[in-house]
Each structure stands twice: as C-alpha cells, then as structure tokens.
C-alpha cells in the first residue's frame, strides 16, 4: 500500500505540473498576441483609437476567458476588462518584469489564479507598457480534485479487496501449518502413529510428506527399540534360567556323584560362555553406534592377507562339517580401513555361511577390485535366506531359523556387527538367497577413505 500511495502522490503532482505549465505557456502565448495587436494597431499612441482599444480588449477578455490589463511605461492601467484598475499604479512583479523588457507567467497558488505578463514596444523599440492576463486556476485544480478523489475510492477499494485476499491466504497458509505443528506436538510426546492428510501439491504438501515419512522411521526405530530391549532380556535369560536350574539340581542332591557334578558344573560353564558372548558382541555394537567411543583407526589393510588369514583360521570348521572352503584371489588388494573391525566382520560372515551349511556343503570366498572399490563375497550351498526375510537378517537378534541357530550357538548379534562395521567404512552389504538354494554375500569396500567419510 505504501508504494500505491507514493505513487498516486506522484500522479497528481505531475498531473499538477503538467496543466501548470501547460497554462503558463497557453497564457504567456496569449499576453504576447495582445502586446502584439496593440503595437500594431497605436493603440497607445493613438487617442482616436481608445474606445476601439477598449472594445477590442473586451471581446477578446470574453472569447478566451482571462481578465486583461493594460499599463502605460510607469505602471498606470491604461485599460482593465474588470474596469476596477484603470488609472491605478498596477504594482505587479510580472508587470515590472514585462517593462524591464521580459516575459513572465506564474502561478499564485493562494489565490488560483495565473498572471501571464508581455512588454510592449513602439517603432524604436522603446518599451511603452505592459500587457497582464489573469486567469483562474480552478477548473484545474478541480480536475486534480476528482483524480485525487478518485484516485482515495480506488485505493480504498484495493485495500478491502487485498484484506479479503490476505484473510483467505492466511487462512489456507496457516491452518496447515497449525496442523502441522500439532501433529508435531504429538510426535514428540510419543505418539509416533500420527500421520499428517496431504492434499495438493505444493510446499506444504512435500512438508507434509517429509514429516511422515520422518514420523514412519522414527516409528520404525522406537518399535526396534523395544524389540531390541524385548530380545535382549530374552537372551540373557535364558541362560540365567538354564544356570538357576542346574544350580538348584547341585544344591538339591546330596549325593551327587563327581561325573554327574562335573558334567552339571561344564553346563554351567557354557551357560557363562554364552552370556559372555552376548555381552561382548552388544559391548561391540554400542561401540559401533556411538563413533565417539569406537572411532574406526584407518591405516592401509592388505585385503588380500587379511581374507587369507581368516580362511585358514575356519578351515578346521569346515573340515569338520566336511564342507570344501575355497579361496579365490588373483591379485595383492590393499585398501585403507580399520583392520580389527574388518577382521571381526567378514569373518563373521565366512562362519556363518559354514555353520547353515549342511555337511558335505561347498563355501567360496572371492576377493576382487576396480579401480574404487574392493569386493569380498561369500557364497555357500546351506539352507538359504526366503526373500521376505532378506530385508531383516542384519536386524540384531533376527534368526532364520531360531532353533538351528540355538544349535550353532550364535547370539544373533554377527550380522548386525557386520552391517554396521560395513556402513562405517562407508561400504555396503548385499545378499542374494532363495529357501533351500544356499547364500551369497556380496561386500563393497572403498579403497580410499574420503576425508571426513570415517573416523580416524
């Protein structure tokens, strides 16, 4: 509005200065012709020719609408259509500037009138008088009134019709963002469920869609939070009740024979190994979670060494089992990475492929590059992954088959410590299983950290 203001301001002052000068000029052009008709015509020179002066000036005041008066070379109105100045000293500045021998017209604001004023001259040019016309200013600034006025309804009328179009806007800006905000709201006081109901498409609509999709995950995580919780109670206590009833057994039988309290005492001892490992592998994914703790220690790993050094350690695994474990590599691949974590990770996955392989089975480890990237897969004949649970194994505590994997005696921990082992090195996990028709792994590791990509 305040630019439409500046600007209405400024059509009607130049609206203003436009008819002014307009006038002035018209007026000036009019005061010269007089002066002109009366140097022509002796008409101050010529006592015989005063009454048709005065007739002539009459006509002339009436046919143009201006008052017309004539001064001799001191001043004296020789002649006045209004007939109220003749013979008085006429003390005008534009009268006094025509004897001086110059034109002038101004406009007198406080009185709405022109004063339009020409010298006039004898045969010698000699300056023998002045002519002034005086012509009012009103209808103009009439005209100028109504276009101001015009001007204000028009304004008034854009005011209620862009507060009407700013109510409305509001209204359709700021009810979905209070929407949101309460949806907001009730996302942080839990209740990950809310949804936001998009309509359109626009700015809003893709906030929308963005809260929701955030609203999901964080939904998704509080629900494996508690699955978290749920299933490490679970795996603790289950060998605290193994080892609470066999305790209970030792206390309870007296004459228990040594074989018998050796054996319940080595169930015991499992029981204690198993907790143990549960532990160490959760101390190891808190680890892995928190960076600041388990920062990963970057130094240039020879891949190839390290595959080997794992193969050989679980060859007496797989011959146990009878299953061929075969190694493949056809060149020396290093590439920078935490050694230790690596170590624990693509080991994790070469067991596993040889625990949920059936006897008499095949595993083969490849190690491979390009000039990015290095690649270790792990592929095995075993029982294999359905497709609908490929999505979850590298979920913690996710098993397959729960009670083959209690017979192996996995904490179902292994996956989980690989996947985030992995992620941190700014790699990625793919598998690629159907039921019954055995597992691959496929593992991709930059050969260069980026700066800022991992800890160091």
Known sequence: MLPLLVYSMFISDSLKT??????EKELLYQANKVAVSIQKNNYLTDENKKQQFVDEMDIKSEE?????IVTDSLGHAVTDTNRSAI???CIVPEILVALDGKDEANLRESEGVIYASAYIEDEES?????VLLVSSFDEVNNIISDVDHNGFIIMIILVLTLAVITFFLSQAIFSP???ILETIQRISDGQFHNRLDIKGHNELSRLGEAINVMTQQLEHVDTARQEFVSNVSHELKTPLSSMKVLSESLLLQQDMDVEMYREFMQD???EVDRMTNIINDLLALVKLDYREEGMLNIAETNLTELVAAIIKRLTPLADKKHIELEFECSKEIIIEADEMKLTLAL???????IKYTPGYGSVSVTVDCDHQNAFFSVKDTGIGISAEEQSKIFNRFYRVDKTRDRETGGTGLGLAITHSTVMM?????KVTSAEGEGATFVVRLPIKQHQGGAGK
Request: proline fraction near 0%; avoid cysteine; hydrophobic fraction near 30%.
């Open 126 to 130: 000699r300056k023998i008088g002045a």
């Open 18 to 23: 436009y008819f002014r000068n307009t006038n």
């Open 268 to 270: 015991i001892n499992s």
């Open 177 to 179: 963002l209070n929407n």
């Open 64 to 68: 143009e609408g201006f008052r017309i």
């Open 425 to 429: 090195h700014n790699g990625s996990i």
């Open 347 to 353: 080991s994790n996955l070469v067991e596993n492929a």
């Open 87 to 89: 013979g008085k000293m």
